[in-house]
């Protein structure tokens, strides 16, 4: 698992000089360039004048597994995810074993490694199963590609924890939204990692504003 902000929106004239705070700020104002630290975009917020907020973007590049990044891509249009038509590169990202959660069909609770019997094995780890499922699994999606299989076919078989990586792209407005999601303790484990570097990130880009709100928790909007 992997985060970094690989490109955001810089002015241009009057705001070339303007960190991304202040450059909302301008816009809010119609182009009025004042100092205030924060104020008016915690006023913004805090009033849902949300228009000026769309217009600054940040973009992301995300690398984590197949099935969180369908968590993710649910949240914007604005996304471009690595295909694997193009490449011959299988990597796993590391399965976390978690116990259901008893009554919340949203949850896991402690890791654990259960041991128990299976087909051709008389005890087994969980984490020794999945090892040897996903080596297995490797080696026939080779073979496939060997014997002149697409991969575009030969792909179908590979599992939800293969690594991806997806460029994300999206107005300020959109994170926070997406913050405010992803980082409740309802959402999986692992898509609130992703959410919680990725507000870490952009809490570096706007320090005034993060300052102001509990998003670590979530449902602050």
């Keep these: 698992m992997n985060v ?19 450059m909302v700020a301008a816009i809010a104002r119609h182009g009025i360039v004042k100092e205030d630290n924060g104020k008016l975009i915690r006023y913004l917020m805090k009033n849902a004048h949300w ?22 891509l649910r949240h914007n249009p604005k996304k471009q995810e690595h295909s694997t038509r193009y490449s011959d590169r299988v990597m796993f990202e590391p399965i976390e074993i978690r116990k259901e959660h008893p009554t919340n069909r949203q949850s896991s609770t402690e890791v654990f490694d259960p041991e128990f019997s299976f087909s051709g094995y008389d005890k087994v ?4 199963l999945i090892d040897d499922a996903l080596e297995y699994l490797e080696q026939v999606y080779f073979k496939l590609l060997e014997q002149g299989v697409a991969k575009e076919c030969a792909r179908k078989i590979l ?3 293969l690594t991806t990586t997806i460029t994300m792209n999206g107005t300020l407005r959109d994170w926070l939204s997406f ?20 507000g870490e990130e952009l809490e570096k880009q706007m320090p005034n504003l993060f300052s102001e709100i509990d998003w670590r928790k979530g449902m602050f909007m």
């Design 125 to 128: 780890l969980a984490s020794e």
């Design 51 to 72: 228009s000026p907020l769309d217009m600054i973007n940040f973009t992301f590049e995300i690398e984590t597994s197949r099935d969180i990044g369908r968590h993710l």
């Design 179 to 198: 913050l405010n999601v992803r980082c409740d303790n309802h959402s999986e484990k692992e898509t609130q990692q992703i959410a919680t570097l990725i």
């Design 4 to 22: 970094q902000l690989v490109a955001k929106t810089v002015g241009l004239r009057k705001y070339g000089i303007l960190d991304s705070e202040e």
């Design 159 to 161: 599992p939800g924890c």
